[in-house]
T-cell receptor, first 112, second 110 residues
Framework: ETGVTQTPRHLVMGMTNKKSLKCEQH?????MYWYKQSAKKPLELMFVYSLEERVENNSVPSRFSPECPNSSHLFLHLHTLQPEDSALYLCASSQYDYNEQFFGPGTRLTVL | RKEVEQDPGPFNVPEGATVAFNCTYSNSASQSFFWYRQDCRKEPKLLMSVYSSGNEDGRFTAQLNRASQYISLLIRDSKLSDSATYLCVVTTSTGNQFYFGTGTSLTVIP
């Protein structure tokens, strides 16, 4: 399935590096989301964009910086991360207002 | 109190068995409800939405009890391919917050 794609699939970075995660949706949806999934914990919603405007930021540290240039693309810019930021980062999209979300395959991030 | 709570399991059941999962939610104003399935090291995928009147899709039946604030998922005639983690998802009345449970692990044994 190629409805929501994410790159890269795997990323290893040092704490001083700057990197970006990319998400693209081909479903014509108007909302996009970033989630973090750590072992033994539920998915944590990080950011919500609706019609390219950020509508939710769940107290995410500033070392994570989202960007939504258009309704099909979503980025997560990373800088000076900590080892505890190592996790699976999932992108999702939906038609806004209560509708089910479709997830990308995720980027597995390891911070050394 | 957590927004969504699920029994993490694991549930180990033989092929052909019937298994049921429950999920409770804390916000009485919650708007929409879903069950997702997540295979090991894969992304969550929508299994089914949960409607007030209850709904069925083949071997899967989902029900919502607003009075007691829980949703349930029943799987009949379990298959080996049903082995996965099942995630309960609840949205708020504003529609922009999706709360996921920690998931219930199911293993169907031959």
């Amino acid at each position: 399935e190629t409805g929501v794609t994410q790159t890269p699939r795997h990323l290893v970075m040092g704490m001083t590096n700057k990197k970006s995660l990319k998400c693209e949706q081909h479903l014509g949806h108007n909302a996009m989301y970033w989630y973090k999934q750590s072992a033994k914990k539920p998915l944590e919603l990080m950011f919500v964009y609706s019609l390219e405007e950020r509508v939710e930021n769940n107290s995410v540290p500033s070392r994570f910086s989202p960007e939504c240039p258009n309704s099909s693309h979503l980025f997560l810019h990373l800088h000076t991360l900590q080892p505890e930021d190592s996790a699976l980062y999932l992108c999702a999209s939906s038609q806004y207002d209560y509708n089910e979300q479709f997830f990308g395959p995720g980027t597995r991030l390891t911070v050394l | 109190r957590k927004e969504v709570e699920q029994d993490p399991g694991p549930f180990n059941v033989p092929e052909g068995a019937t298994v049921a999962f429950n999920c409770t939610y804390s916000n009485s104003a919650s708007q929409s409800f879903f069950w997702y399935r997540q295979d090991c090291r894969k992304e969550p995928k929508l299994l089914m939405s949960v409607y007030s009147s209850g709904n069925e899709d083949g071997r899967f039946t989902a029900q919502l009890n607003r009075a007691s604030q829980y949703i349930s998922l029943l799987i009949r005639d379990s298959k080996l391919s049903d082995s996965a983690t099942y995630l309960c998802v609840v949205t708020t009345s504003t529609g922009n917050q999706f709360y996921f449970g920690t998931g219930t692990s199911l293993t169907v044994i031959p």
